[in-house]
């Protein structure tokens, strides 16, 4: 009987095992980082560890530190979570030497997966099917091909090949990221095919020798080879299910497998599916398939740790669930992920947190809560939303309506991407695959209207003059905006998007909008002819009647950053002083950081003549290599940060001299 349990990982995870051991009645331990001493999972546990570091190598993937806390805090068993060492046959055979009770498959059962080429040959004999693949580039004459990590999983060391000559730099740089991800830089290469479908079945298996299938998941929405959006069940014919499922519980079977692990599958559009990986451990999509069967996957996976049976009669599953990655990047960027204090993270009409729903509804597992900061070292991810409906569009509506509503301040989220693909007729048709997004360029814009981010820009105005004058000590009785010279116009600059926007208005001396305008100077772009009103204002609330139709627009102001969310959608803007003070200038044709990290490579020297989109540098952040590419034709210039050197946000990376 597990009595205490340490979950060896943090965030959204480390809650989530939390939240069943605190349903179960069972004792909870968490380690962290120093960089994670103040964040949510700290706080919920019974007792916490402190890991003295900041990076995964430093603290979470430390074997001995783990187990040292363990010792000290009393826990008797290890959770893994869903991350760093839960597919790390070592760390299980620690554990469990230790005299621990280890949550998850026989560190034997690991280690005959997480090589995947050799779990292809040993499935392979047991008949599940498979795609040809390679470890020799010289045995390689077709394309497209992907290099693909031996080791851990994540989307992480995987690159499509289309072509011979692009062969060389690919497997580079996999190896480079599998090694920096998982300390195993082998990659293998396999056919790679167009248009698949990404779809894995949730299989248990018990000590007792049984193996069952729990559901399956649709996961092809992905971004970088990483899953954004998953549902349950994959909308599939049920015999291609039927037989999904029951390659599934072969290669289960083959390895004698015990606890909660996830085969993944590629589905052609020929209706034929390839084995591509089985994930030993609990997949962070699970919930999809929680609130489908109505089962706890963590609280099974306790039991089954304890050599208990699994249910002698498992629930069918009905409705549909859809899950969003909440993550920390910016979308358009090229996935760039961001860092930052996360202000505000509200999301209106959570039914649930990390547990089942009594009907149709939103699950919300977090990591993050206003007030979090979101560091470089770890994943981008900061929330799983997650809805379910008796249908697969009413899930989709109640979801892309909640998220669209979401008021998210602080850091650039992937939310507008999420609401769009949601909300697309392809998405709606279920005309998805891996390659979605490369084809659906669409799904990209913003779900604020370029025209309509003078309205927001006016309201973030209004708000900012309203929280003045209610802060004012003189004359407050006046109306917000109001002046002596009525026929001059009150001008507020923000920082937006696309540049600068400048905002102007005059009040009349009855408080009313008597004038307005609005021009985004880097876009070219004024504000639309509109006829507006202003209804009311307050610091963090304004309301505007926009020809004929009140419109409100919530405001939340940080300093001089100011958040507005509307109907439309959000605009993240920085009030800018009257009266700027001068600033060190940058270089012309400076490359700067855009996040903290490490550059890996340097790819060019100085003197070197390049041309706009060439590579010039590799920078880590995040666990994920990031491309430094040429923004004009010229000459290198400067390079002043060699390979292996730290930077922070905005540090110059080089200087190409047109």
């Not at 020799?136 to 072509?163: N, Q, Y």
């Not at 599934?248 to 079977?253: M, T």
């Not at 917000?480 to 009150?490: E, I, L, T």
């Amino acid at each position: 009987m597990i009595t205490r349990l340490l979950v060896a990982n943090r965030g959204e995870i480390a809650r989530r095992v939390f939240a069943t051991c605190r349903a179960m009645g069972v004792e909870t331990v968490a380690v962290h980082s120093d960089e994670d001493a103040d964040a949510p999972f700290v706080a919920e546990a019974d007792q916490a560890v402190r890991l003295p570091g900041a990076t995964p190598a430093e603290t979470y993937l430390r074997v001995d530190l783990i187990l040292d806390a363990a010792r000290r805090s009393g826990a008797d068993a290890v959770h893994p979570g869903y991350g760093f060492l839960a597919e790390n046959a070592e760390f299980a055979a620690a554990v469990t030497d230790a005299g621990l009770t280890w949550v998850g498959p026989p560190a034997k059962v690991i280690a005959a997966m997480g090589d995947k080429l050799a779990a292809k040959a040993l499935l392979a004999e047991a008949g599940v099917p498979m795609l040809p693949s390679w470890s020799d580039t010289d045995e390689i004459t077709d394309f497209p091909v992907l290099v693909k990590a031996s080791a851990g999983g994540g989307g992480r060391g995987i690159r499509i090949v289309r072509d011979a000559s692009a062969l060389a730099e690919a497997v580079a740089s996999a190896r480079r990221e599998a090694a920096a991800a998982f300390g195993d830089g082998t990659v293998f290469i396999e056919r790679y095919v167009e248009r698949g479908r990404h779809v894995e079945v949730q299989i248990f298996g018990d000590a007792h020798g049984r193996v069952v299938a729990l559901g399956d998941r649709e996961c092809s929405i992905q971004r970088r080879h990483q899953k954004i959006v998953e549902e349950a069940p994959a909308v599939v014919p049920e015999r291609v299910r039927t037989a999904l499922h029951e390659a599934a519980v072969a290669a289960g079977r083959a390895v004698d497998y015990l606890g909660a692990g996830t085969v993944e599958f590629l589905l052609a559009p020929t209706g034929e599916f390839f084995f591509l990986e089985m994930n030993t451990r609990l997949q962070v999509e699970h919930p999809v398939t929680e609130l489908c069967t109505g089962l706890d996957l963590v609280g099974l996976q306790l039991l089954v740790a304890e050599g208990e049976p699994l249910p002698a009669t498992l629930p069918v599953s009905s409705g549909h669930a859809i899950e969003v990655r909440l993550c920390a990047e910016d979308a358009g960027a090229g996935w760039r992920p961001d860092t930052g204090t996360l202000h505000r993270f509200t999301v209106s009409g959570v039914a649930a947190e990390f547990a089942g729903l009594a009907g149709p509804g939103l699950r919300l597992d977090s990591g993050v809560v206003a007030g979090s900061v979101v560091g470089v070292h770890y994943d981008s991810m900061l929330a799983k939303l997650v809805a379910w409906g008796r249908t697969r569009a009413e899930a989709t509506r109640l979801l892309s309506t909640a998220l669209a509503r979401a008021e998210l301040h602080g850091v650039t989220t992937n939310r507008d991407l999420l609401v769009r693909v949601l909300r697309s007729p392809a998405f709606a048709a279920v005309e998805i695959d891996t390659g979605f997004l490369d084809r659906h360029a669409e799904v990209f814009a913003p779900l604020l209207p370029a025209d309509r981010l003078p309205l927001a820009a006016l309201a973030a105005a209004l708000a900012s003059a309203a929280g003045r004058r209610a802060d004012a000590r003189v004359l407050a009785g006046l109306p917000s905006g109001w002046r002596n010279v009525s026929a001059v116009p009150q001008v507020t600059r923000f920082s937006g998007p696309d540049g600068e926007i400048e905002v102007r208005y005059r009040l009349d001396r009855t408080g009313g909008l008597a004038e307005w305008s609005a021009d985004l100077t880097a876009a070219d772009l004024t504000a639309a002819d509109l006829t507006v009103a202003l209804v009311e204002a307050s610091p963090d609330r304004v309301v505007l009647d926009v020809d004929g139709v009140r419109r409100a627009y919530r405001v939340h102001r940080v300093g001089s950053a100011v958040f507005v969310d509307g109907l439309d959608g959000a605009a993240s803007l920085a009030e800018l002083p009257r009266l700027p003070l001068p600033t060190a200038e940058v270089a012309a044709g400076s490359l700067l950081a855009p996040l903290p990290g490490a550059v890996t490579r340097v790819h060019v020297q100085v003197g070197q003549r390049v041309a706009a989109g060439d590579l010039l540098l590799t920078l880590e952040a995040m666990k994920l290599e990031h491309p430094v590419l040429a923004p004009t034709d010229g000459v290198v210039a400067e390079l002043p940060v060699p390979a292996g050197g730290q930077v922070r946000t905005g540090a110059v990376l080089a200087v190409i001299d047109n």
